[in-house]
């Protein structure tokens, strides 16, 4: 596809319920990153994987919270057990480096999760 | 600090110009970025510095670097009522990052009065 996908773009859950939300990033992006964003606390950094390297989970906010990448391409997000502070906007993003050397993101349109 | 900061919300009246000021944490930084978040929709890349340079001018947008306070400004000339969105500055770090990870500012709101 063109840009980033994110799937679904809404999710209604009850609270302690697992969810699982997918980004499909631009091919031959070799960079992904997961950020949430809620009313009014800006863009909150999750985990950026990049290549084949160890990913970057500093930004993860509990155990509950994992994520994967599969051959280099697809991501999911999992959240387990989840709570009512869970529900935001999920992002998604893919990068490339342009011939200057700048890290050019381009982000998906989010998955909004809402917990009962 | 270790957080990029941004204030987080602008007003302006249409025709103004609008200036959203950033501060980063990493003078090594190699690219400065500004980004903007429409109502709805994910975050798309509007311009960008690199660090040896002053100043960067794209149509109604003027961006200044100044290295030494580690501060980063986004002009926008002739402000219109479109240009309502959340603005993100972003850095590259080289110190103390993950490599090639960008780090974001919580966002400026800039809202536009007729």
């Known amino acids: 596809g063109a840009g980033v996908s994110q799937s679904p773009s809404n999710k209604v859950t009850e609270k302690g319920k697992d969810v699982e939300l997918r980004c499909d990033p631009i091919?031959?992006?070799?960079?992904l990153y997961w950020y949430r964003q809620s009313l009014g606390q800006g863009l909150e950094f999750l985990i950026y994987?990049?290549?084949?390297?160890?990913?970057?989970k500093s930004g993860l906010p509990s155990d509950r919270f994992s994520a994967e990448r599969t051959g280099g391409s697809v991501s999911t997000l999992t959240i387990q057990r989840t709570q009512q502070e869970d529900s935001a906007v999920y992002l998604c993003?893919?990068?490339?480096?342009?011939?200057?050397?700048?890290?050019?993101?381009?982000f998906g349109a989010g998955s909004r999760l809402t917990v009962l | 600090g270790e957080d990029v900061e941004q204030s987080l919300f602008l007003s302006v009246r249409e025709g103004d110009s609008s200036v959203i000021n950033c501060t980063y944490t990493?003078?090594?930084?190699?690219?400065l970025y500004w980004y903007k978040q429409e109502p709805g929709a994910g975050l798309q890349l509007l311009t960008y510095?690199?660090?040896?340079?002053d100043m960067k001018q794209d149509q109604r947008l003027t961006v200044l670097l100044n290295k030494k306070d580690k501060h980063l400004s986004l002009r926008i000339a002739d402000t219109q009522t479109g240009d309502s969105a959340i603005y993100f500055c972003?850095?590259?770090?080289?110190?103390?990052?993950?490599?090639?990870?960008?780090?974001f500012g919580r966002g400026t709101q800039l809202t536009v009065w007729p």
């Open positions: 993003a893919s990068s490339y480096r342009d011939p200057s050397g700048a890290n050019v993101l381009t």
């Open positions: 091919s031959g992006h070799t960079a």
């Open positions: 994987f990049q290549g084949n390297s160890a990913p970057d």
């Open positions: 990493d003078s090594s930084s190699t690219y």
């Open positions: 510095i690199f660090s040896n340079m």
């Open positions: 972003a850095e590259s770090r080289l110190r103390g990052s993950t490599l090639g990870r960008l780090y």
